[in-house]
């Protein structure tokens, strides 16, 4: 870290992303939050740095290259180019179909504090001047688990790319199927996986970018079906929660299981890709797929 | 028809010892069956039985997973808990099936797919993922049916389906009714209370759109009477197999799209 970084004005703090290990925020009046904490401790090396640093740095952990959990919107702005956005069935939000006990004030409580309706935003933009339709889960958001929402925007997405042409590019998270929605949930990994199926006999390309943590119902679904499947360093991917793992085969597991790199050596991957050059190669891979740059914004990306 | 049981008194009748499982059901369903081993990528996963038969003198592809009737069976096929070479034989079983133009009769078994490191080594998540994506383009008739528990992506893995038919006793969970208690309360020992809550009978999931037809079980559950079950599901494939034969296959996958694009409850503004 350079000396003069340390003097650096910093941004609104209480905007920040990932939270610290320590109690979340929490509003004690009107407007006023408790600022987070002013050091970064990695969950993966328990390193610490700051917190301004840290966020400098993409959010990732400078001693590991553990790449932290962001917002949705955060991704966003640096994925997309800049006031490309337009975003897709923002106004979808959760029903309770098995009448579960508090779910609509969980879910009341997380759109007032994460600033979103649900646990994905999906909408079109474009990325190094390439058109393309965009999701990305946001693991604030009650682990970015998979409801009827999420399955249904996640499908209209695809939808859309299929009837504009476009490619689609999916930042996955998730802890997997909503359970608070039972069955239902169950089946938006057969909707969204059908989704897919679709696009993708239309000949239109489809990049998964897994980041941390993508589990459960979303990697036996969508996830696991991109053309071309990045992974961010050192996240966390796999099918059954490690702790079911353990209890089931009653036997410690190696550090590295169900990482990225895992992944990847067990061939689920086709790269681990560092945040700061995800847009650079999310545009070599539109550029190999016959897209051309600077179509009609919406539609005709090819 | 019988008895409005609760679900946890169905979860009690499809655990009771003597339920028949798809060891009873294959000889007396299928004629001529053959038995088909392997994913032809890593290995032969005893969890799920596939293989080829006919059912009233047509020929039909079928994929079950594996109940043991013991526990000598059971350590056999793991519980009914399939790894991913399970799931790729049973799709290697459904291309075959789309080429040679026969109906998919898939028997649903399982409490989930099996959680370990090997089953994650192999792609656990990825067999599953490539499953719904296929079958839901497979051009060819697919109707599932659940015979007991039908557990998770494990079970759903073998349910993108044309048509989803259930025993009456059966269950069809997100996840079973004891981890649903686990994850959401950390308290196991509500598994009743969550089996309860979570919607996961026949006629439920009738009522969700998520299934189409429930086939009868005897008084008391099929082990009362498994020749009478088995009447009862054989019938109910007579009906199936030719009605959704008869149906164009562009149509027939655009309905299957359909049942599972409109399944969802949510609101818009």
Known sequence: MALEDLFKVVKDRSKADVKPKEPKAKKTG????????????????????????????????????????????????????????????????????????????????????????????????????????????????????????????????????????????????????????????????????GAVARHSAAGQLYVTVMTDPTTGGVTASFASLGDIIIAEPKVLIGFAGRRVIQDTIKQQLPDDFQSAEFMLENGFVDMIVERKNMRSTLSKVFRTHNYTRDGDYVGGGR | MMNDLTATERLAVIRMKGRPTVRDYIPALFGNFLELHGDRHYGDDAAIIGGVGTFGGKPVTIIAQVKGRNLEENKRSNFSMPHPEGYRKALRLAKQAEKFHRPVICLVDTPGAFCGIEAEKRGQGEAIARNLMEFMTLKTPVISIVLGEGGSGGALALAVCDELAMLENALYSVISPRGFASILWKDASRESEAAELMKITAEDLVKFGVCEHIIDEPDGGAHNDPALTIQNISDYLADAIPRLSAVDTDKLLERRYEKFRKIGVFAES
Do not use: W
């Open chain 1, 30 to 193: 009107p407007g006023v939050e408790i600022p987070q904490g002013l050091l970064f401790k990695c969950p993966r090396c328990g390193s610490v740095s700051y917190r301004d640093d840290f966020e400098r740095n993409k959010s990732v952990c400078g001693s590991c290259n553990y790449h932290a959990r962001i917002s949705a919107r955060t991704r966003l702005e640096m994925t997309a180019d800049k006031d490309t956005f337009t975003e897709l069935d923002a106004g979808l939000t959760s029903m309770n179909p098995i009448d579960f006990p508090g779910y609509e004030a969980k879910i009341a409580s997380l759109r007032e504090s994460c600033g979103i309706n649900e646990a994905i935003i999906t909408g079109v933009c474009r990325i190094h001047r390439y058109n393309t339709v965009i999701g990305i889960m946001d693991s604030n958001f009650m682990m970015a688990s998979m409801g009827s929402v999420v399955g249904e925007k996640i499908t209209r997405a695809f939808e859309y790319a299929t009837e504009h042409e476009l490619p689609v590019v999916l930042f996955t998270a998730s802890g997997g199927a909503r359970m608070q929605e039972g069955i239902i949930s169950l089946m938006q990994m057969a909707k969204t996986s």
